[in-house]
């Protein structure tokens, strides 16, 4: 488990709420989306375990207090929103925390790709896994299918050969672990991240990347493992509009493959936190933000690592670590 890092969800839902009723279909318009009441097993499961697992877990590295996940984008253009800002380091005309690290560990001839062969998840065992997080009380999982990065856990046709079946451990590790979940009798989701930091058809043409890569990839996501949760990401670049928000989630409530199970948050375009969508999600002690603003008025899930990043940082010590009691204390704070 050398690189594996396990984050908390823990959620505050309306013990009110009901399944969607079969018969019910939604329009490509907030009103109507954000009518459907949140499915019934979202009630009582107060807590879930989040995944953030990917080629940025072989360095598993970052300035203490920044996100490890961000390793390739604090390599290429400085820290992430949590740490310090990279306009001190231009001025100074230093190298960054990431990029010393980077150049001392692996020289500055090695690029971020060059990691994925070294991606191998050898300690892998998903059967073992799911009994832990079943052991924990946990009702839901939640992993990483795709983050900033681009790279996927499953053989995404979308995703050329930047997959873990492709390369890497050369295993459909969304797959494997989705069994394993179900099969300990919890339920499965992902996490997706709607932008690609370095994509090129992201950066240059956003109207094609939606239609023709993040859209169809979202699809085959749901379509292929049929998830419980959809918890997306990387919103904050664009309104919904321009994600095409709206138009996916009328096809997933209405004829995706999960469509009466499947439960998302709010994270579809750069208006919609706290707005639209699904679950409200606070991270890293928005408990006392979204908590108080939306009280029992709307489900809400705070997430957080137990460190200080979600993505495994070999650079924290125990310090940087929530304690058990600390831990206990915010499940029932928030419950």
Aim: charged share 25%; glycine share 8%.
């Amino acid at each position: 488990m050398k690189y594996l890092s396990v984050a908390i969800l823990i959620s505050a839902a309306l013990l009110i709420s009901c399944a969607p009723a079969r018969s019910a279909r939604y329009a490509e318009d907030w009103s109507s989306l954000d009518s459907r009441p949140m499915p019934a097993w979202f009630e009582e499961s107060k807590f879930g375990i989040f995944i953030h697992w990917g080629v940025y877990s072989v360095p598993a590295w970052g300035p203490k207090g920044v996100y490890a996940e961000w390793y390739w984008h604090d390599l290429m253009e400085g820290p992430a929103p949590l740490g310090t800002t990279m306009s001190k380091y231009i001025k100074e005309k230093k190298l960054t925390p990431t990029q010393e690290f980077h150049y001392k560990t692996y020289g500055k001839d090695f690029k971020y790709q060059d990691f994925a062969p070294m991606f191998k998840a050898e300690l892998f065992n998903p059967d073992a896994w799911a009994e832990l997080f079943a052991k924990s009380g946990a009702r839901y999982v939640v992993l990483t299918s795709k983050h900033h990065e681009g790279f996927c856990l499953w053989p995404s046709k979308y995703s050329w050969n930047w997959n873990s079946v492709d390369i890497g451990p050369h295993r459909d590790l969304a797959g494997d672990l989705t069994k394993a979940v179900r099969k300990a009798g919890l339920k499965m989701g992902f996490y997706y991240s709607l932008y690609e930091w370095y994509n090129p058809v992201y950066r240059d043409d956003v109207d094609s990347y939606v239609a023709n890569h993040m859209i169809p990839q979202m699809k085959e996501l749901v379509n292929e493992y049929r998830p419980s949760v959809l918890w997306t990401d990387g919103e904050w670049d664009h309104p919904s509009s321009t994600w095409k928000s709206k138009e996916f989630l009328a096809w997933l409530f209405n004829d995706s493959a999960a469509k009466d199970d499947i439960v998302i948050n709010d994270r579809w375009g750069k208006e919609t936190r706290t707005m639209n969508g699904g679950v409200f999600t606070s991270e890293y002690g928005g408990v006392g933000k979204v908590g108080k603003t939306v009280g029992a008025d709307h489900p809400w899930e705070e997430n957080r690592g137990i460190g200080r990043s979600f993505g495994y940082n070999r650079n924290e010590d125990a310090e940087n670590y929530r304690s058990s009691t600390e831990l206990i204390a915010l499940l029932v704070d928030v419950v």
